[in-house]
């Protein structure tokens, strides 16, 4: 069997724009494979947990006897060890949980410092 001449331009033409349609697509149209759109999804369910969990913390360190103290205190520490002063106080320990999560803690330092000033 013999492919007409006419045909081939066309087949080629349609292999180059399925090409760039695709190139196109991921680049500038939003497309996404299936494993970026699970990171993605991960990524945003981990940033609702800590959105959800940080008042909480924040809630357990005003509920300490000594909080004005612990505030006070908190604010002298540099910046990247507030989340492991909020950790070692046992404010970022999660109800049914053994240890404190440092992206909680990090979260819940964060909040301290923005309603402190």
């Given amino acids: ?3 007409p001449s006419e045909v081939k ?3 080629w033409g349609a ?3 399925a090409v760039a349609l695709a190139i196109v697509g991921f680049n500038w149209g939003g497309w996404v494979t299936g494993g970026s759109a699970e990171v993605k999804a991960s990524q945003r369910a981990e940033r609702a947990v800590i959105a ?3 008042p909480i913390c924040v809630d357990n360190f005003r509920r300490q006897t000594n909080a ?3 505030l006070t205190e908190l604010g002298q520490v540099n910046s990247w060890q507030q989340g492991a002063f909020i ?3 046992g404010w970022a320990t999660m109800p049914g949980s053994n240890s404190p999560d440092s992206a909680v803690a990090r979260a819940c330092a964060e909040m301290l ?4 000033s």
Avoid: H, T, W
């Fill in 113 to 116: 410092g923005q309603a402190k």
């Fill in 52 to 54: 959800a969990l940080a």
């Fill in 15 to 17: 292999v180059a724009g």
């Fill in 9 to 11: 331009p066309a087949c």
């Fill in 68 to 70: 004005a103290a612990s």
């Fill in 87 to 89: 950790e070692k106080g």
């Fill in 1 to 3: 069997m013999q492919i």
